[in-house]
């Protein structure tokens, strides 16, 4: 079963940059990888997804190298309401892992 | 309304009771999933829905889960003879096609609690 791999948590102080690795040694050949942010009493919410080198939005990167089995979530210059539960999400079994804490500080 | 949306969003009930859960996924949206989430623990897959039918009910942890989606919109999940074990945040998602690219819109949830 194909399970992905997270730091349970992370401290970081606003105006930072937080980079996340996610370890996925079983991804298949055709999946996508996908982060998601969840607050307290909130369900997922998706920030970015990938599938090979490089992929930015408005809020985050994501960099994927060539041998796919992990991943980089690349938040620039975090504030405090980026205090969440990151998660990586192997697309294709649908499974999260257990998430990485990140705590933002003043 | 624009999200998914799920009902009740808190439902306490007694063990061995029956409980329905009832998720509206986003309109056009063919691709639905139920997870589960205990506190302090990632979301666990329960099973998917493509249409009305069961495309991976691999999740679902014992024959007192069951869930259906009839005419490929709204779905309920099942849960028969209620065990505290059941206890958790229960999350619906829909995404427009499902697959491996896509983005699942996530509910709020309904959080069950079984005394």
């Known amino acids: 079963l194909a399970k992905t791999t997270q730091p349970i948590s992370m401290d970081s102080y606003e105006g930072q940059e937080v980079n996340i690795t996610c370890s996925h040694n079983?991804?298949?050949?055709?999946?996508?990888i996908t982060w998601y942010q969840q607050f307290p009493s909130q369900g997922p919410r998706f920030i970015i997804q990938?599938?090979?080198t490089k992929v930015t939005n408005e809020v985050a990167s994501l960099f994927i190298p060539a041998d796919r089995k992990s991943s980089t979530l690349s938040l620039p210059r975090v504030s405090l309401s980026d205090t969440a539960v990151y998660y990586c999400?192997?697309?294709?079994?649908?499974?999260f892992g257990t998430g990485t804490r990140l705590q933002v500080f003043p | 309304g624009a999200g998914v949306s799920q009902t009740p969003s808190n439902k306490v009930t007694e063990k061995g009771k029956y409980v329905e859960l009832r998720c509206d996924p986003i309109?056009?949206?063919?691709?639905l999933y139920w997870y589960r989430q205990s506190l302090g623990q990632g979301p666990e897959f329960l099973i998917y829905?493509?249409?009305?039918?069961?495309?991976?009910d691999s999740g679902l942890p014992n024959d007192r889960f069951f869930a259906v989606r009839p005419e490929g919109s709204v779905s309920t999940l099942k849960i028969q003879r209620t065990e505290r074990g059941d206890s958790a945040v229960y999350l619906c998602?829909?995404?427009?096609?499902?697959?491996?690219?896509?983005?699942?819109?996530f509910g709020e949830g309904s959080r069950l609690t079984v005394l």
């Open positions: 829905f493509q249409g009305t039918g069961a495309a991976d």
């Open positions: 079983n991804i298949a050949t055709n999946d996508y």
């Open positions: 990938g599938y090979k």
């Open positions: 309109s056009g949206h063919t691709a």
């Open positions: 999400l192997d697309t294709d079994k649908l499974i």
């Open positions: 998602a829909s995404s427009i096609t499902g697959g491996s690219a896509g983005e699942l819109f």
